[in-house]
Structure formats: structure tokens, C-alpha cells
């Protein structure tokens, strides 16, 4: 199982990236991917999930509305469109894998067995 983060990189804030997770040695459809951050100095946050299931996506609040997950399962990858980034985004981000389908604690990082590598993020102001 492997998950590779990428598209990160420095933005004014007001910008956008898409984030990118290629995975492989699983089937996509078969778990729930989410993507987490973390910013020097903070606990490691939930960003926003996709499940498995039905395909429904959660986010947390302070990412609403700005942010998009999605999945492509022929090319085995979820995707993080970001738009109207600020400053408070800045942080390393990370895809992973989880244990389920569908989680209402999506957010718990203890929900994940396998992890990509991480993709820095830095908006300015």
C-alpha cells in the first residue's frame, strides 16, 4: 500500500492549489481517504474525507466552502482543490488511507493505517 502526496507549494492568500494523491496496492473504492495537516507547533488536524461507500465528502469547518475533495478511481487518485487560501492554511499536508469505508470520526488520525509522505503548503499574507 502506498499513497503519495504532491501540488503543494507557496501561494499569496486568495490563491488555490490542488492537492494530489496517488495510491496504489489497494482498491480506492474499497476505503475512506481524508486528508489531514499539520502546522509547526499544532496537533496533527483533519481536513476533509471521502468515503467509500457513496462517495460523500466531510470537511472541517474552518475549510468549508473553500475546499473540495474528489476522487478519480481510474487513474487511483483523490484530489484537495483549495481555493481562497489564507494564511492560517499553512501547514503540511498529508493523504492516508483508513481502516473503513466510512467513519463518522473521520478525523481521528488513529482511523489510518498507511500515510503519504506529506506536502508542504505555505500561503502569505
Known amino acids: 500500500v502506498q499513497l503519495q502526496a504532491s501540488g503543494g507549494g507557496l501561494v499569496q492568500a486568495g490563491g488555490s492549489l490542488r492537492l494530489s494523491c496517488a495510491t496504489s496496492?489497494?482498491?480506492?473504492?474499497?476505503?475512506?481517504i481524508s486528508w489531514f495537516r499539520q502546522a509547526p507547533g499544532k496537533e496533527r488536524e483533519g481536513v476533509s474525507c471521502i468515503s467509500a461507500s457513496d462517495g460523500s465528502t466531510y470537511y472541517v469547518d474552518s475549510v468549508k466552502g473553500r475546499f473540495t475533495i474528489s476522487r478519480d478511481e481510474s487513474a487511483n487518485t483523490v484530489y484537495l482543490q483549495m481555493n481562497s487560501l489564507k494564511p492560517e492554511d499553512t501547514a503540511v499536508y498529508y493523504c492516508?488511507?483508513?481502516?473503513?469505508?466510512?467513519?463518522?470520526?473521520?478525523?481521528?488520525?488513529?482511523?489510518?493505517?498507511?500515510w503519504g509522505q506529506g506536502t508542504q503548503v505555505t500561503v502569505s499574507s
Open positions: 492516508a488511507k483508513s481502516h473503513f469505508k466510512y467513519s463518522s470520526t473521520w478525523f481521528n488520525a488513529y482511523e489510518y493505517d498507511s
Open positions: 496496492g489497494f482498491t480506492l473504492d474499497y476505503y475512506a
